[in-house]
């Protein structure tokens, strides 16, 4: 049998006991601060058994995936460089270097996790489908929260935003609204637009959308965050426009592309010239609570800029961070966080990065008319919104789908699905 022939004998593998050790560790991830033995969680006990796991099937046992060792290497360098660059920044006064060491390590490898075991359309549809149960587990343990039903690690309370003061603003088992807007936005799509969870009998499929959205609507009662909203809007917004896009022939998708890139420009014009009156229209939304919180984010983004402005290239040094690091270290903005510490050069591997993901998925969506490659760069885009108004620096959903946005990249038409005979 030739190396060819090998591969694509391997090429669907079926479901075994590591890949259900997998999506459990994945459906783990929200409940991080329950404690199974000593200060370890489910997930921090099964990561290091996925990776060892894998390392020997793969670099001791010469299973197939030693053909995309190039594509795989490139979103590892990457996030060294980031992780690498992100590590000189200056050190907190009570931060070590020893923890920060394993706090970065622990983001590459819930970045690699999904890359390892996500190597085909069958287990990418099965982790779709866990991730909707991530965001509605999030939503729901945020209304839980808020309803006083539950006291979660991550308490956070603020007044209503919808003006019911039995029903105030909450989060649950994610201890940032930035990961649920992320979720909520992937999962929504998923729901309406992809292979849904099979709960109900065949031939249900409709029913079932309809009660998995209105239950994460229900759920966002309890988070009412802005950026959930906003993200899973843009989400389902720009699912049904690369659909209809990639629908069309070349010449029309060009012609569609230039309207596109020219309303984008005007709308960043608009938000340019006008943007006193979208700040003080968006401080209202959400009541007085609400116009705090924006008042409180604008300043410091006006901190961050300062900072980049007079060091752009190597990022703020240690005089800057001892004055300016608790603003830093919690901004909702990962890009001007990373940037301010890390230098421009930390935003950049990660935009490139991503930049990579949605390139291959493009293709396959244009190409193969695939639903879940055009779902993978929505959900790029989700992560391009998400993290413009959350801090990811102890995210339990980015890094991990980051990974997620790269498995196109890497495994190309193996992502495609098993041809029927």
Known sequence: ??????????????????????????????????????????????TPFLIIVWLTRHLFLQEPFRAYLIRFSIPIFLMLAYLSLMHLRPMGSEETAAARLIDEI??????????FYVTD???LQIANGTIVFQALIGGASALAASLGFIEFANVRFEESR??????????GLYGSYGDLALLYGYALVVI?????????????????????SISLIIGWLGSQSRNVLLTSLIAIACYLILRSLYRQDSHKRALSGIILLSVALFGVGGIYYFSEAIYELIATL??????????????????????IKDSPIFGVGVAEYQRYGEILDGLHNMWLSIWALG????????????LLGAKVAHRFAILEKSKEAIMIVVLIICILQATQFYV???????????????????????????PTR
């Open 1 to 46: 049998m030739t190396r060819t022939e090998s591969l694509s004998a391997n090429k669907y593998q079926a479901i075994g006991f590591l890949d259900w050790l997998f999506f459990i560790w994945l459906l783990s991830l929200p409940f991080r601060t329950f404690s199974l033995v000593g200060d370890l969680s489910l997930d921090n006990m099964l």
């Open 106 to 115: 622990k983001i590459l490898t819930y970045f690699l996790i999904p890359i």
């Open 121 to 123: 359309h069958v287990r």
């Open 162 to 171: 919808l003006g019911i003061d039995e029903l105030p603003k909450a989060i």
């Open 192 to 212: 309406l637009f992809g292979q849904v969870p099979r709960l109900l009998p065949a031939g249900k499929a409709f029913l079932t959308r309809g009660i998995l």
């Open 286 to 307: 959400g009541g007085s609570g609400a116009a705090r919180t924006v008042q409180s984010r604008v300043d410091s983004y006006t901190v961050a800029q300062a900072l």
């Open 343 to 354: 230098g421009v050069g930390a935003p950049i591997c990660l935009l490139f990065l991503l």
């Open 392 to 418: 990811a620096k102890n995210s339990q959903a980015l890094w991990v789908m980051m990974g997620v946005s790269m498995v196109y990249f890497v495994y190309g038409r193996r992502m495609l699905p098993r």
